[in-house]
């Protein structure tokens, strides 16, 4: 039986990465993001076909999550050097261009393990999207198949859900009321 991770710490994790813009190499681990919340997502594979779905319309909306003071995070276990070599390719030659968020490269695939989304058969991700609050407590997992591509509306839906400090009814969207306990 898998073990729980919402409600609890966030498994650490230090991995390389490459810049949203394609040209520099750096590392990431949870710490860089305490006091800030974080959308933390794994995808399968660069060069994919549903993947630069996701990763680009994250990056459209980075400006929306950076106003709810969270950043973003991708992550595979493929290299950084596969990962730059996909941001740096256009998106008319299946590439990415540049992002708004940087990728790491997960290519021990320990972290995949520790966040329980690693195919290990396979040596890929499955579509796991984390939100992690501010003091690294794991909020919100969603893990799904690698056919089916993951919603940002949803994402920021459920991240202001978090944020609102109430309880969320089914559907509950931005600047509704939510509900009160006796």
Not at 122 to 133: N, S
């Amino acid at each position: 039986m898998a073990d729980r991770l919402v409600g609890k710490q966030a498994p650490d994790f230090n991995m390389e990465t490459v810049s949203g813009d394609g040209k520099d190499f750096g590392r990431v681990q949870l710490s860089d993001y305490k006091g800030k919340w974080l959308v933390f997502f794994f995808y399968p594979l660069d060069f994919t076909f549903v993947c630069p779905t996701e990763i680009t319309a994250l990056s459209d909306a980075a400006e929306e999550f950076k106003a709810l003071d969270t950043e973003i995070v991708g992550v595979s276990t493929d290299s950084i050097h596969s990962h730059k070599a996909w941001i740096n390719t256009a998106p008319e030659n299946n590439g990415l261009g540049q992002l708004n968020f940087p990728l790491a490269s997960d290519i021990t695939k320990k972290v995949a393990s520790d966040y329980g989304v690693l195919i290990e058969e396979e040596g890929v991700a499955l579509r796991g999207l984390f939100i992690i609050d501010p003091e690294g407590e794991l909020k919100y997992e969603v893990v799904n198949h690698n056919d089916v591509g993951r919603s940002v509306e949803e994402t920021l839906r459920v991240l202001q859900a978090l944020q609102s400090g109430g309880l969320c009814p089914m559907n509950w969207k931005p600047g509704q009321k939510t509900l009160v306990t006796s």
